[in-house]
């Protein structure tokens, strides 16, 4: 059984820093409205105090808040020192932007405290949140001024891609659940293949050229720019005992895993099932345009080699993607299997009802996608910009990030996908759904049952 549950509320919002413009891909990038970036000036608005710099790496390094403490405590002034403008905690993907990963770091060691510049290879998202926060946290409690106003101006730049920003996303979520507000809003420096969310709120779509000087830039405007809301959905997946996964970052064991009462499912359920939770932020597809992600996820592992960038990772995913009978089904492909609605079943249930509804899948749909971005497969835009009678006909309002609503479409084949990709038409449009649960019954002959509810 795979099954799945998302849900979203306004305090679980993610928050994200919202550039005004897309500077980063800017060659003028060491310039602000004019004005030369000093670094010496960059670096007193960026770096953490020195003691809270080495409180933090060694709560981090020891796993052990309370000595490092008492550490930072007996070789400090009381936290007497000058909070800066915008504390800043950077994580850094060396593996990603082809081969400026570990450059990249070092230049941001260089423009603020090294110890505030963490390597997600070495530092884990959650072991700062568990960790480095919590030691601030306990001076901030004990009295120390100093590490007090850091945690609640502190801000996050993440320099990965989509999947990096997730993961840190997910991370700081925790502090939501534990009521450990605020959580620091985050920013994001492009260095994946698609960079959706990037794209959504301005940072840009891919590493720029001239990046040694657009990073200052793109530093001061992660302290000085709006933040905006970004809704964070739940995800539950449950499937048999025994079947070998690869789950990712986001993704954690659970032992909450329960069908909804009143839905009739089709098939045997199995005995035992393994459950995994985690959130997502981009969008979340089943069908032809998962199994091509999810292989090409594994072939790039599998072959670092042949990912030495975004634009070869492109060409080879494209590549990837003929293989899989994305564009010509196999013939020895069972017909049923063609469409997603011979496996599929999609119902909806909204809040304050008790009824299951169930939507049909258009026919001829191989791919089934919940959209929570204006941006798809590296800035597109699949579900267009209808009109408003079209809208009001469909019951459907204009997208936006902080909604609380995803957008359901499907696609076809890779030729209508290829369509929609350079914006000649849109996707089939399914479904809008606000304040409701979505259940997707993924029915083949193994009984796996897939569940979204949101």
Not at 39 to 57: G, M, Q, T
Not at 192 to 205: I, K, V, Y
Not at 371 to 389: E, M, Q, T, V
Request: with cysteine.
């Amino acid at each position: 059984m795979d099954s799945s549950t998302a849900s979203t509320t306004e305090e679980s919002k993610a928050k994200i820093v919202a550039s005004k413009s897309s500077g980063i891909q800017s060659s003028r990038g060491c310039r602000l409205s004019g004005i030369r970036i000093n670094k010496e000036d960059l670096n007193r608005k960026l770096s953490v105090p020195e003691y809270l710099r080495h409180a933090i790496r060694d709560s981090i390094e020891s796993k052990d808040v309370n000595a490092a403490v008492d550490r930072c405590r007996e070789g400090n002034n009381g936290g007497s020192e000058a909070v800066p403008e915008g504390p800043m905690v950077v994580f850094v993907n060396s593996k990603s932007g082809g081969r400026h990963g570990p450059q990249l770091k070092e230049r941001l060691q260089q423009l603020m405290g090294e110890e505030q510049v963490f390597d997600l290879s070495d530092v884990k998202p959650d072991e700062f949140v568990n960790y480095g926060l919590v030691c601030l946290e306990k001076l901030a409690g004990l009295g120390d001024y100093c590490a007090k106003e850091t945690r609640d101006k502190l801000r996050i730049m993440v320099a990965g891609g989509d999947g990096t920003v997730g993961w840190v996303l997910g991370s700081l979520a925790e502090l939501h659940t534990q009521g450990r507000e605020p959580v620091p809003p985050v920013a994001v420096l492009p260095l994946g293949t698609g960079n959706d969310l990037s794209r959504s709120f301005g940072w840009g779509g891919s590493f720029p050229i001239f990046w040694k000087s657009a990073v200052k830039r793109t530093l001061l405007r992660a302290i000085t720019d709006p933040v905006c809301h970004l809704d964070s959905w739940h995800l539950l997946v449950s499937m048999p005992s025994g079947e070998v996964v690869d789950p990712p970052h986001s993704l954690k064991p659970t032992e909450e895993c329960s069908l909804e009462q009143g839905l009739t499912i089709e098939g045997e359920l199995p005995e035992k099932v393994n459950c995994y939770e985690g959130v997502f932020y981009n969008y979340f597809s089943v069908g032809m345009d998962a199994q091509v992600a999810y292989g090409f996820h594994h072939l790039r592992n599998e072959k670092p080699y042949l990912a030495q960038g975004p634009i070869s990772n492109k060409l080879i995913y494209s590549g990837y993607s003929c293989t899989q009978g994305w564009f010509v089904t196999p013939c020895i492909s069972d017909p049923s299997l063609r469409g997603l609605e011979n496996i599929l079943r999609m119902h909806v249930r909204k809040v304050n009802c008790s009824e299951w509804e169930q939507i049909p899948v258009p026919k001829s749909v191989r791919a089934i996608v919940a959209l929570n971005l204006h941006n798809y497969g590296s800035g597109r835009n699949p579900w267009g910009n209808p009109k408003r009678k079209y809208l009001e006909k469909k019951g459907f309002v204009e997208a936006h990030v902080d909604d609380g609503l995803l957008e359901i479409f499907g696609l076809k084949h890779g030729w209508h996908a290829s369509f929609v990709m350079v914006e000649l038409i849109s996707a089939k449009h399914i479904a809008q759904e606000d304040d409701i649960m979505l259940l997707w019954s993924f029915i083949v002959y193994d009984s796996w049952i897939f569940l979204l509810r949101i």
